[in-house]
C-alpha cells in the first residue's frame, strides 16, 4: 500500500511542474524580435489557442492520473483491470506531447508575406532561415496523432528545404490568422500524410 501512494504522491508531483511549466510557456514572451517587416504576417500561436489547448490536455491528462490510481488500486485484487494503464498512461502522455509542441511554437517567429511568397523563420538562438514558398519547399510531411484529443488534434508539419527541415505544430494552424499561410503551404506540396500515437518533433 506505501508503494502505491509513493507512485501516486510521485505522479502527482510530475503533473504538477509539468503543466505549471507548459502554463509558463504560454504566458511569457519569447526573445525573438517581433520587429516590422514590410508586408509580412507574423505566424504564431495565439494565446486563445494556446489556452484551448493547454485546458483540453490538462482535462484528458487528469482523466489518465485518475484512471491510473483507480487501475492501480483496484488491479491488486482485479487483475483484468491492468488493461486499463496503457489507457491512462496514453492520456498522460498528452501533456508531454503538449509541452514539446509548445516548446517549438514559442522558440520560433515564422513571417509570411502572401505577395511574394517569401517566408522567414528565427529562433531564439539567433539563426535564421530565409526560402520562397513557392520555390524552394522540396517536401511537405503531414505527421498527426492517431485521434483528436477533445477536439484538438496533435501533430507537426515537416518542411523538407535545401538547407533543412523545418517543423511547424498543427496547434498553430487553428488559428485564423494563420490561415493564409496553410492555404498556401498546402497549394504548394501534397503532403504525404503519417500517424504516430505520440507525434514528437
Partial sequence: MNKILLIVI?????????????????????GVQRSNKQGYYLIDLPA?????????????????AVLLVI???????????????PISFYLIGQLFLLNNHMKYAKNQRIWYNPQ????????????????????DL???????????NQGMLYGYYELGLAEGAIFIPFLMEE??????????LKLQANASSKSSLFPMI
Fill in 175 to 184: 488559428s485564423q490568422l494563420n490561415q493564409r499561410f496553410f492555404q498556401d
Fill in 138 to 148: 522540396k517536401s511537405l510531411k503531414a505527421v498527426k496523432a492517431v485521434q483528436k
Fill in 10 to 30: 510521485l505522479l502527482a508531483v510530475l503533473l504538477y511542474f509539468l503543466s505549471r511549466r507548459i502554463m509558463m510557456r504560454s504566458k511569457t514572451s519569447t
Fill in 116 to 135: 511574394s511568397k517569401d517566408v522567414w523563420v528565427e529562433w531564439l538562438s539567433g539563426n535564421q532561415v530565409h526560402f520562397k514558398l513557392d520555390s
Fill in 48 to 64: 486563445q489557442v494556446a489556452g484551448k489547448a493547454i485546458k483540453s490536455t490538462m482535462y484528458s491528462a487528469g482523466i489518465g
Fill in 71 to 85: 487501475t492501480v488500486l483496484l488491479a491488486i485484487k482485479i487483475k483484468i483491470l491492468f488493461f486499463l494503464l
